[in-house]
């Protein structure tokens, strides 16, 4: 095989391990940016939840003022009824807490599964494109010593094409004429 061969199984050898490389940092980029916005968004919701919480506390908190405030004004500080509002109102304010809460946390579950699935699929691309540079190079190994077995100045044979020796008819030594065919003159 000539040199050329070998030049032109190299250089495809290199574009193929080359272009695989690209394609596995491409994708790996690409998964790498919908894991930050995946942990992005789940500090969003994290921050969304404590702020909805905030408000809710707050809410709770100047509805027990002013009920207070309004029961003060009218003399009716030790009512039952204004006591079991606010007991109601504290009850529905801790499941509204407890909903938020829990809501905040199936969702920043989810975000983070999506940012870990995106790592795993960044990592799969990079096995990928090592186990397709290991196939190209050891496919291109086997090519080239299949075309290079007598490569060597000194022998007689050639492998880039099939001449027949002078010596031999059809293919057979004299030996093998005079033992197929008899005597040959």
Do not use: C, H
Not at 36 to 45: D, G, L, R, Y
Not at 52 to 76: D, H, I, P, V
Not at 144 to 167: H, K, R
């Amino acid at each position: 095989m000539s040199w050329w061969a070998y030049a032109a199984l190299a250089v495809g050898t290199a574009l193929d391990i080359t272009g695989a490389q690209q394609a596995a940092d491409a994708e790996s980029i690409r998964q790498q940016n919908i894991a930050k916005q995946a942990k992005e968004n789940a500090e969003m919701v994290k921050l969304n939840a404590e702020r909805q919480s905030s408000a809710r506390s707050e809410a709770y908190t100047k509805f027990l003022r002013n009920s207070s405030a309004t029961a003060g004004f009218n003399r009716r500080g030790d009512d039952r009824s204004l006591r079991a509002i606010q007991k109601a109102g504290q009850k529905r304010t801790q499941r509204e807490l407890t909903a938020i809460r829990i809501q905040s946390l199936f969702a920043r579950g989810r975000y983070q599964s999506q940012a870990a699935f995106a790592m795993m699929e960044s990592q799969y691309a990079q096995d990928a494109a090592l186990m397709s540079q290991m196939s190209t190079l050891m496919g291109n190994a086997y090519k080239a010593s299949g075309v290079s077995g007598g490569d060597d100045d000194s022998t007689s044979s050639s492998t880039s094409g099939y001449t027949a020796p002078t010596s031999y008819t059809y293919g057979m030594s004299p030996g093998q004429q005079q033992a197929r065919y008899g005597s040959v003159t």
